[in-house]
């Protein structure tokens, strides 16, 4: 029988451990639960298959006791011949129409690891569920799950060993001279008759000098009473049969040494009892150390995000007044880029050591991870909850050593108060995290307490956000053309792209409506590429009648920041068959500011394949002359609050010429946006302008109306 054959998954073998474990195991239930914290999951179980249905012995967070194997995801786990990780069922073709994935308990996110034993026999399957989408799990996290399978591989083992002893003492020589626990025989009045090789082992005496022996002389004196409790228990039994018997005493070698032992006693049919021994000591550091994974920061040893949620869940159900105070550092990044993450994490420990140091009497501080933490206070006043919130901002903003040098770093927080601002821990943390949001937005080192109307505009904003993907889902969004003309000829040079909305009840809406809130979409790259796509065919087309025309496409910040930006236009390109000179891309400067590190080499690899780049709005940020000089730039757009009074108003005249001279030190072309009146294109020829683009020469346009009009109409004349 191959281990990943779903076939193996079964139970009726008497010698198969799950299909002797007492519903109430409590062992069992106890790595069940260590699980579901340590992973952050509302709901675990372990399950056993039984004929064509999954039994589920130990759980948390789930009623069902049985379901049918077609509908669970445990066959899955096993055929996979490991784990299996799902990071959402709902679009995973295997699971999505799943009833437990449409209906209760509505799993996304599943991870299932398969129980064997050391032969590789299928004893169940540990599953990890939860109702959101996860991202998966990483190596270490992967490991982990091993490790609580592998411990309910070892409790069914004990198991196993018990109920074997039960069924037939004729297979204990065999079992007990292989098995790597002790397995200890004695009488009804506690002398020790057997023995077997791994009992020498971990007891240190040899077979003739401890049989005959009282079993007594193997418990640690502090457990003596509570072992001649238990053998008197045995014994008034009358000699009914009973088995898996588990407890724990405190265990002494013939060194003198001691450690805790699981003791696990059965009383034979014959006569006799039997037990199998196993030293505790790893496993409970195992335990210890999986406790400690799913309730502590591994770097600072603070409370994790788990913790901090049962710790505030538990202060409400008691109806205690609390505050939260959410810590988002404010040049936290700066610190990893500068110094690198060592020195980012030996950072966080400093910060989590000011924290404890500035407040003793705080109720938790925890990490949630990255550079956020929190700290929970006991009571809901106010003006309290600002001033420790003040307290901590000036400590925290107080200079680091970091790497021999002092580098300061600041915060800003979020204050929640409850229960004014929720019943539920989540609903605390989110109303702290929306506060947070508004303090960064107002500037960083500084505290917000939250009001009701945040929750609102957070409301707001995600029925916007979700009417933005509405519309591109159902083709709303156009893509507009602007033409772009050389002054000298009137000679048409190309056009800008420009996204708009056609709204079904708002009708046609500029970018200025929607284009601040679609850029932070996650679905801004897709957006982004269609626009470019739909760009490039159409300058296709257009080139066929003008040679040299060509087409600017604005970019999104998330495009610039995706690995396979460069490949995406590359292959955008040898698609709609345009050579990559008649493409301009078009970047707003302090996008580059931003992230100059991140994206230089990417703008570089644009230029080495013939792609043009320009910056929009050129003037209104503050990108410095050594920014022109470091990037590949080939244009400068000249903004058009600059050019709306440059007729008339000397210093926009000043500022256009001083742009026009910075490029043409730098060999960039220029052109201006914005040109509506005949004064304003007569003073950038004045002034030695090339190109225009403006409601003087065409407003945007769709593509059908733009080549009827600037490419098969009459020679403009404006």
């Not at 409790?229 to 005493?249: I, P, S, W, Y």
Request: aromatic share 6%; glycine share 8%; charged share 25%.
């Amino acid at each position: 029988m191959l281990p990943g054959d779903a076939s193996a998954y079964r139970v009726r073998d008497p010698d198969d451990p799950a299909s002797m474990i007492p519903t109430a195991e409590p062992d069992l239930e106890r790595i069940t639960r260590l699980a579901a914290r340590l992973f952050d999951v509302p709901i675990a179980t372990f399950s056993v298959r039984r004929d064509d249905h999954v039994i589920m012995r130990s759980k948390v967070g789930i009623d069902l006791c049985e379901a049918p194997l077609e509908t669970t995801f445990c066959r899955h786990t096993t055929e996979a011949g490991g784990i299996l990780i799902v990071p959402d069922a709902t679009t995973d073709a295997r699971f999505r129409t799943n009833p437990f994935v449409l209906g209760p308990p509505h799993i996304c996110f599943y991870a299932g690891v398969t129980v064997r034993s050391a032969n590789g026999r299928v004893h169940g399957v540990v599953s990890l569920i939860d109702t959101r989408i996860r991202e998966g799990l990483t190596e270490a996290e992967r490991e982990q799950l091993s490790d609580i399978g592998e411990l309910f591989a070892k409790r069914l083992e004990l198991d196993r060993l018990g109920a074997q002893l039960e069924v037939s003492l004729d297979r204990f020589a065999t079992v007990a001279a292989t098995i790597q626990d002790a397995i200890v025989c004695f009488d009804n009045r506690g002398m020790l008759t057997e023995w077997n090789e791994a009992a020498e082992r971990l007891f240190g005496y040899g077979t003739a000098e401890i049989l005959g022996q009282p079993l007594s002389r193997l418990i640690h004196p502090d457990s003596q009473a509570l072992y001649e409790a238990r053998l008197t228990a045995l014994l008034q039994d009358n000699g009914l049969l009973r088995t898996n018997r588990v407890a724990e005493f405190g265990a002494i070698r013939k060194d003198g040494t001691s450690f805790i032992a699981e003791v696990s006693t059965s009383t034979w049919r014959q006569g006799g009892h039997i037990s199998i021994i196993r030293d505790t000591t790893e496993r409970r550091r195992n335990e210890q150390r999986l406790f400690q994974l799913a309730s502590l920061d591994p770097l600072t040893g603070l409370p994790n995000r788990g913790s901090l949620l049962r710790e505030l869940a538990s202060g409400l159900h008691q109806r205690r007044p609390l505050t939260l105070l959410m810590l988002d550092l404010d040049g936290f990044n700066e610190v990893n880029e500068a110094f690198g993450h060592s020195a980012g994490d030996r950072t966080l420990l400093m910060v989590a050591d000011r924290l404890l140091r500035t407040c003793p009497q705080a109720r938790q501080i925890a990490r949630l991870g990255g550079d956020e933490f929190v700290v929970l206070l006991d009571g809901d006043d106010e003006r309290q909850a600002r001033a420790v919130a003040l307290d901590v901002i000036e400590v925290v903003s107080q200079p680091f050593d970091i790497a021999a040098q002092s580098m300061a770093i600041g915060t800003s927080i979020g204050i929640a108060l409850a229960p004014h601002h929720g019943e539920r821990a989540e609903d605390i943390m989110n109303a702290a995290d929306l506060a947070l949001r508004r303090t960064k937005t107002r500037g960083k080192g500084s505290c917000e307490i939250f009001t009701p109307l945040l929750r609102q505009i957070s409301t707001s904003r995600r029925a916007f956000d979700r009417e933005l993907q509405a519309a591109f889902d159902c083709g709303q969004f156009k893509v507009f053309y602007q033409p772009q003309f050389r002054i000298d000829g009137h000679a048409l040079a190309g056009a800008e792209a420009l996204i708009r909305w056609r709204h079904p009840e708002r009708g046609l809406l500029t970018p200025a409506h929607f284009i601040e809130a679609l850029s932070h979409r996650s679905a801004a790259p897709e957006i982004g590429d269609w626009i470019l796509r739909s760009a490039c065919r159409a300058a296709a087309i257009w080139r066929r009648s003008s040679t040299d025309f060509r087409i600017g496409v604005n970019l999104f910040e998330a495009q610039l920041r995706s690995p396979h930006f460069v490949s995406t236009i590359d292959g955008i390109l040898r698609d709609c068959r345009l050579p990559p000179e008649a493409l301009e891309l078009e970047i707003v400067e302090n996008i580059v500011l931003c992230h100059d590190a991140q994206i230089r080499h990417g703008l570089g690899e644009l230029r080495d394949l013939g792609v043009g780049l320009a910056f929009d709005d050129y003037g209104t940020g503050f990108a410095s002359l050594s920014l022109l000089k470091g990037l590949p730039v080939t244009r400068l757009k000249i903004d058009r609050s600059f050019v709306q009074d440059i007729d008339t108003d000397h210093e926009n005249r000043a500022l256009v010429s001083a742009i026009l001279y910075l490029a043409e030190s730098f060999r960039m072309d220029v052109i201006a946006e914005g040109v509506e009146t005949a004064a304003q294109l007569e003073t950038l020829r004045e002034l030695g302008c090339s190109q225009i683009q403006g409601y003087l020469m065409g407003r945007p346009v769709t593509q059908e109306a733009f080549g009827l009009r600037f490419l098969d109409g009459p020679k403009q004349d404006w």
